[in-house]
């Protein structure tokens, strides 16, 4: 079955780069999408690539996928104590049945000092 | 407030009692998700609506889990003879038509069985 693989923790000194990474398992998904998690809350979508691009830039964020080994990261330029959470990594499986839903990883905790 | 919303935000019930959760969804979206979360997990697909029909259900949905969403707009989760194993987030999420594109998460429902 489709698996989403992801480090659990990462650690970053506030005004660092940090880089979230990310294996997926399904060669035909369409989009991958990173989501945010703060403590009690729902999640929020980050950004997401369709599986034609190798880049993805918005911001502070740069998404970079290698389809070929199947390998999606996430780099958060100057992480601040604001982008503490648990960030993850999801993908389109083909399921054949047309509900595109979301397959998810464990997420990573990401915990920034100050 | 346009999101996606969830009631109630927490719920805490003994075992072998009967919880509903409630979702509304963005008001022009026809496709509603549900999924659950344990700690330290990412989200589990459950199930899946388009419009009124329910096009997908995982294997995760035993058969004390009933769905519904009578009139395609919002949807209601109810858990019968709850479990301690029940115990978890329950998100519901939402997105416009189309292939993919993003995916709008409530803030969940809480439950706790004792």
Known sequence: GEDVEQSLFLSVREGDSSVINCTYTDSSSTYLYWYKQEPGAGLQLLTYIFSNMDMKQDQRLTVLLNKKDKHLSLRIADTQTGDSAIYFCAEIPYSGAGSYQLTFGKGTKLSVIP | ?114
């Not at chain 2, 019968?80 to 292939?99: K, V």
């Open chain 2, 1 to 114: 407030d346009t999101g996606v919303s969830q009631d109630p935000r927490h719920k805490i019930t003994k075992r072998g009692q009967n919880v509903t959760f409630r979702c509304d969804p963005i008001s022009e979206h026809n496709r509603l998700y549900w999924y659950r979360q344990t700690l330290g997990q990412g989200p589990e697909f459950l199930t899946y609506f388009q419009n009124e029909a329910q096009l997908e259900k995982s294997r995760l949905l035993s058969d004390r889990f009933s769905a519904e969403r009578p009139k395609g707009s919002f949807s209601t989760l109810e858990i019968q003879r709850t479990e301690q194993g029940d115990s978890a987030m329950y998100l519901c999420a939402s997105r416009d038509r189309g292939d993919a594109g993003e995916l709008f998460f409530g803030e969940g429902s809480r439950l706790t069985v004792l």
